[in-house]
């Protein structure tokens, strides 16, 4: 019958996908894996509105008050009521100021990033994982699911029983949780229908602020535990593949190679035993890459991985989109 795949972030607990390999791996668009593996930043148009025009002479008595309250509450606002903060952020420029670095809390913690967290593509056939993956709590957990000593448990099902499975989590990283409440509802509805310019321009902002801009130029995955990265704009490979099936390719896991995908046995070994099980992830640019520890350079292995690739697309052309 073949086995089964998850992929899964240890850290944050989440698992997606759960059918064969050869099912999701080579048609999936990954662009929500990319979204979350970069970092989300403020729109750029959030500095040049404070920075243009005049300011209005505020003339009540809010911003009397001092910069440390009025931050009290916005912290207060933000995990009370986020929609209320966002309207309160776009009030005017002093407040804007004041409420962008709140902003972006807010942003980051609703993208759900899976930055630096430990990624894996675990087969239900994968039992001898990497020395050193697994923490001493998820060590006990997975023994704790032991029944029998025939069927033991294993990553597979522990994620199965236990990890957080909800397809929004994975089908648009900007989907905040709080777009569904009422207010942000209503808040849209009223902006549609009364279509004054003012109205419309704080409506660009409140959007602005929700939305996550990205660094713009050629992408880089960069595997922040080993320090190697790949290139996005070297790899010659048909256009559909991107830096997901990059990172899915070497993150596999398993104890058995059936993957429902043709596979030679030059790099069977490679493809079910990944050399980046376990590790943690990055989407950057060239001028926007992390520093290593200790001063430490990149190690480009676009080459290698390409190999691989070549060889999943070329023997699978069907399953790729092809044909």
């Known amino acids: 019958m073949g086995q089964y795949w998850y992929l899964l972030n240890l850290d944050r607990r989440e698992r997606a996908y759960g059918a064969k390999l050869g099912e999701w791996y080579p048609s999936e668009d990954y662009r929500w894996l990319e979204q979350r593996l970069k970092i989300p930043r403020l729109s750029p148009n959030i500095d040049r509105w404070i920075a243009q025009g005049k300011r209005a002479v505020q003339r009540g008595s809010l911003l009397k008050l001092p910069n440390e309250m009025i931050d009290e509450i916005f912290t207060e606002l933000r995990v009370e009521d986020p929609v209320s903060m966002v309207c309160f952020a776009v009030a005017c420029k002093e407040l804007l100021s004041l409420g962008k670095p709140h902003a972006y809390k807010l942003m980051k913690a609703e993208c759900r990033s899976w930055i630096n967290h430990r990624l894996i593509c675990v087969g239900d056939y994968g039992s001898n994982l990497p020395q050193g993956l697994l923490t001493a709590e998820e060590e006990a957990a997975i023994e704790g699911m032991r029944e029998d000593d025939e069927y033991p448990p294993t990553l597979y099902s522990l994620a199965a029983a236990t990890f957080d499975s909800h397809l929004d989590a994975f089908d648009d990283a900007f989907r905040f949780a709080w777009f569904e409440s009422p207010q942000y509802d209503i808040m849209c509805h009223e902006s549609i229908r009364r279509q004054t310019p003012t109205q419309k321009n704080d409506w660009r902002m409140i959007t602005s602020l929700l939305s996550p801009a990205y660094d713009q130029g050629p992408a880089v995955l960069c595997n922040m535990s080993k320090g190697e990265c790949v290139r996005q704009d070297a790899l010659n490979l048909p256009a559909g593949i991107s830096l997901g099936h990059v990172l899915v390719s070497q993150i596999c896991c398993s104890d058995d190679p ?66």
Do not use: Q
Request: hydrophobic content about 35%; overall charge negative.
């Open 258 to 323: 059936s993957c429902s995908m043709v596979v030679g046995e030059d790099f069977e070994k490679n493809f079910e035993r990944g050399r980046w099980v376990g590790d943690r992830f990055c989407i950057a640019t060239v001028s926007t890459m992390p520093k290593l520890t200790g001063g430490a350079e990149w190690k480009d292995v676009t080459c290698e991985v390409h190999e691989l690739l070549c060889h999943l697309c070329y023997e699978n052309p069907e399953d790729f989109d092809l044909e």
